[in-house]
């Protein structure tokens, strides 16, 4: 018995009709996808709430993790404020710190979203128009580093006292007339400079209170002598009051007993007191000669410190020259001085010719 045969319909489709179906369909899921990605670019609520999850990471995650998450962030809209990570080798979590930066004369005032930053480390605002750093500075209390030269700041804020962490302030070439009492709070820091304010003339007592300071830099201002406070910085290396108004030096000037480094000279100090000569880390002292008439025959006789007395001889110089604007001036002074003596303090012995330098060009 011959079996029936069964017959089956297999519906026969054209090959391109399916392939453009589902082109349609990828290209309708890509434009739904860019809209979205664009709405959430477009959505303060997305930026604020990446703000604050960020932050509470911070807070939870350990060493490694916060790397991780820096990573990413790197790569979305925070980026565009110049947040940076500063790898370091060293595997001391301590030492890996997070940046802001921001640099340019377009910049009239901080971006809004810095103040929910509080995580940063490090502040390096240069060459900016922004004349004062807002209040909010007191929630950044992990702030290490407030480094803002060059913005025509006029006062400092007296939230600075609530930077406990700060180790070091740069405020050189500014507009400042006067430095609050509050920042000899800030009981961490070891590194200060004013440099170049042209009109501050004293420093606020609360000053001695900063124990732990190592260097202060209030070069190219309107000192007329050390200001008390300087005085009582036990912990002080480095002290440069160059080009200020100084005449005499203080009597007890030996109370600044872990002194390694003075640089007096652009000054006319006119006597050294006998008490310099209890500065028993004092390795070297520049001060100019011009005006100088007393000093202690130990400072010059000592092989264990290099006196460099500078005389300034001043030639004619042309019409152009003179109209050299004087901050540009003043930095190349400073930058003269500082490789100068960086020649002079790899050497194991004090040559001849640096206890009197005479220059032969207009500083």
Same mark, same amino acid.
């Given at each position: 018995m011959k079996a029936d045969r069964v017959g089956v319909d297999i519906p026969v489709y054209d090959l391109s009709l399916i392939r453009d179906l589902w =082109?349609?369909?990828?290209?309708? +899921?890509?434009?739904?996808?860019?809209? =979205? =990605?664009?709405? @959430?670019s477009k959505s303060a609520l997305a930026r604020v709430n990446q703000q604050w999850q +960020? *932050?509470?990471?911070? *807070?939870? #995650?350990?060493?490694?993790? $916060?790397?991780? #998450?820096?990573?990413?962030?790197?790569?979305?809209?925070n980026s565009e404020l110049h947040i940076l990570h500063n790898d370091n080798n060293d595997n001391d979590s301590e030492n890996k710190k997070f940046i802001f930066e921001l640099n340019g004369d377009k910049w009239m005032k901080l971006p809004e979203d810095l103040q929910f930053m509080t995580y940063l480390k490090e502040w390096h605002i240069h060459g900016t128009k922004i004349r004062?750093?807002?209040?909010?500075? /007191?929630? &950044?209390?992990?702030?290490? $580093? #407030? %480094?803002?030269?060059?913005?025509g700041l006029t006062k400092l804020p007296v939230e600075i006292g609530k930077l406990i962490s700060l180790r070091e302030l740069n405020v050189n070439y500014n507009k400042l007339m006067s430095i609050p009492a509050e920042?000899?709070?800030?009981e961490n820091l070891e590194r200060l400079e004013m440099t170049a304010n042209r009109n501050l003339s004293e420093l606020p007592f609360e000053l001695s209170n900063l124990k732990k300071l190592k260097h202060l830099d209030i070069a190219e201002n309107q000192f007329a002598t050390i200001p008390i406070c300087v005085l009582r910085m036990e912990s002080l290396k480095c002290l440069d009051i160059s080009n200020n108004r100084l005449k005499d030096l203080? /009597?007890? @000037? %030996?109370?600044?007993?872990?002194? =390694?480094?003075? &640089?007096?000279?652009?000054?006319?100090?006119?006597?050294?007191?006998?008490?310099?000569?209890? #500065?028993?880390?004092?390795?070297?002292?520049?001060? !100019?000669?011009?005006?100088?008439? !007393? @000093?202690?025959?130990?400072? $010059? %006789?000592?092989p264990d410190i290099k006196l460099i007395r500078l005389y300034d001889n001043p030639i004619n110089v042309p019409d152009e020259d003179m109209n050299m604007d004087a901050e540009a001036q003043d930095e190349? /002074?400073?930058?003269?001085?500082?490789? +100068?003596? /960086?020649?002079?303090? %790899?050497r194991d012995t004090q040559p001849m010719y640096t206890t009197k330098v005479s220059l032969s060009c207009l500083l």
């Open positions: =082109e349609g369909r990828v290209k309708k +899921y890509k434009q739904r996808q860019k809209k =979205e =990605e664009e709405r @959430i +960020y *932050r509470i990471a911070c *807070r939870k #995650l350990k060493s490694a993790e $916060v790397t991780a #998450l820096q990573c990413y962030l790197d790569r979305s809209t004062e750093i807002p209040t909010y500075i /007191e929630a &950044f209390v992990d702030l290490r $580093v #407030l %480094d803002v030269p060059k913005n920042l000899g709070e800030c203080p /009597e007890d @000037i %030996d109370r600044l007993e872990a002194l =390694e480094t003075l &640089f007096l000279h652009k000054n006319d100090v006119r006597y050294v007191p006998m008490s310099m000569t209890n #500065l028993v880390h004092l390795k070297m002292m520049v001060i !100019s000669a011009d005006e100088l008439y !007393s @000093i202690p025959s130990q400072l $010059v %006789d000592s190349h /002074e400073k930058e003269f001085m500082k490789t +100068y003596i /960086e020649t002079l303090q %790899d």
